[in-house]
C-alpha cells in the first residue's frame, strides 16, 4: 500500500479485520519489519488519540518517528501557488514537501478542512500534495474530507462487538458549540456501507453530508424513528455541507443529544463516538459512562488500525 485516504486504499475489509485482528492479538510479531526505518507524522491540527495511537503503532512495528507541529516551531507554510510571499508565511509547501519526504520513509499528515472553501476543502489540497511532491508513502491522520484510520478502528470495534451477523448501525448528528468539518462521519459511512451493514444517518434537514460518501445508507430526518433497533449508535456532530450553508452550524437543537431515553428505543445498542467528545452536549454523562459506551475500546483500536495500515507500507516499501 502506497497511500492510504479512503476505504478503497485497504481492499478487502474482510482481510483487513483479520489481519487487525492477528495485529492486537500479537502486535510485536513485526518488529523487526520497520527497523532503520522512520514515519514523519506532520500535524496541521490538534490531536490526541491520532498522535499518541500512530506514534505507539509504529514503535510497536520497530521504527523510529519523529512529529512535526507545523503550527508550533515551524515556518507558516504557504499552500497556494502563485501568491508573491510578502506576508507572515515564509515557507512554500512545495519546498517544505520534498524536504520532510527526503528525511522519512513514510508520512501521516493530519489537515482539517477550513470550512471556508468548499471546492477547496474537497479537493483535498493539501493532503494530495503531500502524495504528489513526497516521494514517500502517505496515510491520512484526518484530512479535510475523511479519517480513514478512525473508521478502521470503528469497525475493528463493530465486528468485535456485533451480535448479528449484518448489524444496524446508526449515525446521528448531535449538538456542538463550534462548527466541525464532515471528514469523521463522511468516512464512517463509506466504511460502514463497504462493510456491508444496515446503514442509517439521521440529522436535521440541511445537514446532508455528500452523495459520495452515503451512497447505500438510509438518509432520515426523524431521529427516535432511526434509532428504533439500532445496535450501534454513533453521534457525531458536523457543520453543513451544502453550498450555501457549506461550514455553517444551523442547529443547536439539544433534542438530538444522545440520552438514556434515546438508547432505550434501540436494540439495546452499544454508544460510540470518536472522541474529543463534548458531554451533555453530543452525549450525557449517563451514556458515555454506562456498560454500552465503546468510546475507550474505540480509542484503543486506533492503535490497532494505525498498526495495519503502517505495516502494508512497510511491506510495499
Ligand atoms: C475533530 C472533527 O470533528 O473532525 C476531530 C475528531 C477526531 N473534532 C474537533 O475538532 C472537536
Ligand atoms: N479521534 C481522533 O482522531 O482523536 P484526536 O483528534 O485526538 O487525534
Known amino acids: 500500500m502506497n497511500k492510504f485516504t479512503n476505504v478503497s486504499d485497504i481492499g478487502d475489509l474482510r482481510q483487513a479485520v483479520a489481519e487487525a485482528l492477528e495485529i492486537k492479538r500479537n502486535r510485536f510479531a513485526h518488529t523487526e519489519l520497520g527497523r532503520n526505518r522512520t514515519l514523519l507524522m506532520i500535524f496541521f491540527n490538534s490531536s490526541l488519540r491520532t498522535r499518541l495511537s500512530t506514534q505507539k503503532a509504529a514503535m510497536n512495528l520497530g521504527m523510529n518517528v519523529m512529529v512535526l507541529d507545523v503550527n508550533q516551531g515551524a ?5 497556494e501557488r502563485g501568491v508573491v510571499m510578502d506576508g507572515d508565511k515564509a515557507e512554500h509547501l ?4 520534498p524536504v520532510m519526504g527526503s528525511y522519512c520513509d ?3 499528515v493530519r489537515s482539517f478542512a477550513s470550512l471556508k472553501d468548499k471546492a477547496e476543502d474537497y479537493s483535498e489540497k493539501v493532503l494530495e500534495q503531500f502524495i504528489r511532491y513526497s516521494g514517500r508513502p502517505v496515510f491520512s491522520m484526518e484530512a479535510a474530507t475523511g479519517h480513514p484510520l478512525q473508521s478502521f478502528a470503528d469497525l475493528i470495534t463493530i465486528e468485535e462487538h456485533k451480535r448479528t451477523e449484518r448489524p444496524k448501525v446508526v449515525l446521528t448528528w448531535a449538538p456542538h458549540p463550534k462548527a466541525l468539518p464532515q471528514a469523521v462521519p463522511n468516512s464512517f459511512v463509506e466504511w460502514m456501507v463497504a462493510a456491508g451493514y444496515d446503514v442509517t444517518v439521521t440529522h436535521p434537514k440541511g445537514y446532508e453530508l455528500d452523495e459520495r ?3 447505500g445508507a438510509k438518509i432520515d430526518y426523524d431521529q427516535n424513528h432511526a434509532l428504533e433497533g439500532a445496535d450501534f449508535v454513533y453521534a457525531k456532530n458536523w457543520s453543513a455541507f451544502a453550498d450555501l450553508d457549506y461550514g455553517r452550524i444551523l442547529s443547536t437543537d439539544r433534542s438530538w443529544t444522545i440520552d438514556s431515553a434515546k438508547m432505550k428505543l434501540t436494540n439495546d445498542a452499544f454508544f460510540m463516538h470518536c472522541l474529543p467528545v463534548r458531554r451533555n452536549m453530543i ?3 449517563e451514556v458515555i459512562e454506562s456498560p454500552s459506551s465503546l468510546v475507550i ?7 490497532i488500525s494505525a498498526q495495519t495500515v503502517i505495516k502494508r507500507m512497510l511491506e510495499a516499501l
Open 94 to 97: 512545495l519546498e517544505a514537501i
Open 297 to 303: 475500546p474505540e480509542a484503543a483500536n486506533r492503535e
Open 75 to 79: 515556518w507558516k507554510l504557504e499552500t
Open 106 to 108: 513514510i508520512i501521516g
Open 213 to 215: 460518501f452515503t451512497r
Open 283 to 285: 452525549v450525557t454523562d
